[in-house]
């Protein structure tokens, strides 16, 4: 009698086994491309912690579907493998979302850095104008209306960069720029400032 | 005799010399469970004592955390060889985890597993260190690129501020100069490699742009020039001493001038001179002080000048006119060009830089005192300098091209 039960209580076991082994191809491949998509996205530039966690995240998940893939095919079970296939995948979508957020904000600085640069151009240019045209200062504006003509033939430069994504790159472009515009200005105050002492002499 | 039955008394006599019952199916299964139930005991009591079985939770934490750093840092990026070493070897601890994990309880051995894992850690560690010694190289590197970028910026900022220069090389060396902005700034946002090769760059960059005016300067180191200069200044001062009579001197270079009587410096000014600093006169326009020896041919005192007062000197002597005419005749100086004159020593200086059209600028208490200390007539001798030192000496010096230098 109890043989009765004995086959089918094993096809279902065997049944249940056959489900439990099969890999989630899905989720694998969720997390394989997860991964490959923050990598295109720079994470290792602009989120390298979470890149590093998104990798070890899937380092686990792979050694857990080898390891699975080892043992005989009715004792296998890949449910371990898909949580881990989830995990991984979060991981590699937050690297990917931080160095997306993260390159976004280096975009807007170096933008922001050459829009500062074209105004500051703008203003020498103006301050240059007006400047106080004193004994031997003619030459000396004159220079300087060279330098600030130098700088303004960068901003093409910046602007490549920038095109380019090489944000970083523009970004010290700007900054570089605008340190020299600076000077250029505070020569030029400094000359009105004198001009205003020589007349309340 | 008589068999008899028997008794009471022999019957567990009998039963002990009869031979033993085979074991029945109870017994066998009784003895079974003893066995496995010892067998359970015993493993039971290795596992505990040997804690085999126990996940190494904390080494594992501790070698992916040691990945983490080494990849998520600066190895990542300068030792890339050693953190994908570092991975792997996770990657097989790990697996060797998986497998143990898979395994019956009672079965497994996590001590290999650990075992793996502190070793994929101090993998890891070392690829953390190993990238940190090769960026802190790179960084040093490229700090010292960029110190020698500054280091040249530093001499073409003072031949800057000591002479102008023609449009062209003045915006060779402001782009140059932008360079080297540009370089600290890469060194700021940790792009060292990106540093040290724009920093390189502006190096060349800033020496290729101060070439042609350290060309130019070379005479001011040249052994014949300077020679000529000590003459002009000796011969003058031996003309005071011998006269009693005050003389100047004007040195360029050292944007000196010295009010000499009897041959002895009796006042030292602070002067600037033509913003071409580096050039000596040649023709109108040229912004050059010219070098040679002078007279004051007159005194403009205030209301006269419109540089508070002026000593107007005869630029241009026979010699200026010789040098001239001997210029275009070679071609040098094209025929419509003019000598140029009306050079003075004047007031409104003070500025702290090479500014006027070729005269020499005093301040206006300085010019007010040596007014009234000259006469027309007076002897007027403009050097480059005395070969000792000066702007444009000592940026020679630096620079290393002082290739003809007079002791």
Known sequence: MKRIFVLPALAGLALLSVSCAKEPTDALTAAQSALAAAKTAEAADYAPAALAAAETASAALQAEVKAQGEKFALTRSYTKAAELATAAKAAADKAAAEAVTGKEQMKTEATTLIAGVRSSVAAAKAALAKAPKGKGSAADIEAMKGDVTTVETGLADMDSALAAGKYKDAKVKAQAAKATLDKIMADVQAAIDAKKGAKKK | ?407
């Not at chain 2, 109870?26 to 139930?37: E, I, K, T």
């Not at chain 2, 080297?180 to 920093?199: K, N, Q, T, Y």
């Not at chain 2, 540089?307 to 000197?313: C, E, Q, W």
Request: hydrophobic share 40%; proline share 5%.
């Open chain 2, 1 to 407: 005799m008589s068999r008899s039955r028997p008794t009471a008394l022999s019957a567990p006599l009998l039963s002990s010399l009869s031979p033993p019952e085979p074991p029945t199916r109870s017994h066998r299964l009784r003895a079974l469970a003893a066995v496995c139930l010892l067998a359970v005991l015993v493993v039971r009591i290795d596992v505990r004592t040997s804690g085999r079985t126990r996940p190494p939770t904390a080494v594992r934490l501790s070698a992916v955390e040691a990945f983490q750093a080494a990849s998520g840092g600066p190895a990542a990026r300068w030792a890339p060889e050693a953190v994908r070493a570092a991975g792997h070897a996770l990657r097989d601890a790990l697996l060797a985890w998986s497998r143990e994990e898979s395994r019956l309880l009672p079965l497994r051995d996590f001590r290999p597993v650990s075992a793996r894992l502190t070793a994929a850690a101090a993998v890891a560690r070392d690829a953390a260190r190993l990238g940190g010694e090769r960026r802190a190289r790179a960084v040093e590197a490229a700090e010292k690129a960029v110190a020698d970028a500054r280091s040249v910026e530093v001499q073409a900022a003072a031949l800057l501020a000591a002479t102008s220069l023609p449009d062209g090389q003045r915006e060779h060396l402001q782009r140059a100069r932008l360079l080297v902005r540009e370089a600290e700034g890469l060194l700021r946002e940790d792009e060292v490699e990106a540093a040290g090769e724009r920093a390189d760059r502006a190096a060349a960059d800033l020496r290729g742009a101060l070439g042609p005016p350290l060309e130019a300067a070379g005479r001011y180191t040249s052994r014949e020039q300077i020679a000529s200069w000590r003459r002009w200044v000796e011969e003058t001062r031996a003309f005071s001493r011998s006269t009693g009579q005050t003389v100047i001197l004007v040195l360029k270079e050292k944007n000196r001038l010295v009010l000499l009587q009897n041959g002895s410096p009796v006042r030292t000014y602070d002067a600037e001179v033509g913003r071409n600093a580096l050039g000596v006169k040649e023709r109108q326009g040229d912004r050059a002080t010219p070098e040679g020896r002078y007279r004051i041919v007159k005194k403009r005192d205030h209301g006269q000048s419109g540089y508070h007062r002026a000593l107007l000197l005869d630029y241009p002597n026979a010699a200026d006119r010789a040098r001239f005419a001997a210029a275009q005749g070679r071609g040098e100086i094209p025929k419509g060009e003019q000598i140029g004159g009306l050079i003075e020593i004047h007031g409104e200086g003070g500025r702290g830089r090479n500014w006027t059209e070729g005269c020499v600028a005093l301040s206006n208490p300085d010019i007010d005192d040596l007014f009234s200390r000259v006469d027309v007539g007076t002897r007027v001798t403009i050097v480059g300098g005395d070969g000792r030192d000066g702007a444009f000496s000592d940026l020679l010096a630096r620079v290393g091209g002082a290739s003809n230098a007079a002791p």
